[in-house]
């Protein structure tokens, strides 16, 4: 099994209220770093997708 550690935001700076994400098993994982125990796991591809969504400004209405 691939895996490697979790990668924190560097937008979160020093804080520990952040977004990681690492891969395992070809998954993509997301947790809170605060809610440890919470993670969403996706393909690669919608994360992109996703990612991509949110560089495009598809989310800004919710801000």
Partial sequence: MD???WQK?????SSNACVEVRTVSGM?????SDEGHLVLR????TFAAFLQAI???EFNHHV
């Fill in 28 to 32: 993509v994982e997301l947790r809170e």
């Fill in 42 to 45: 996706t393909p690669p591809n």
């Fill in 9 to 13: 935001s560097s937008y979160s700076g």
């Fill in 3 to 5: 895996s490697s550690a």
């Fill in 55 to 57: 560089k495009a400004g």
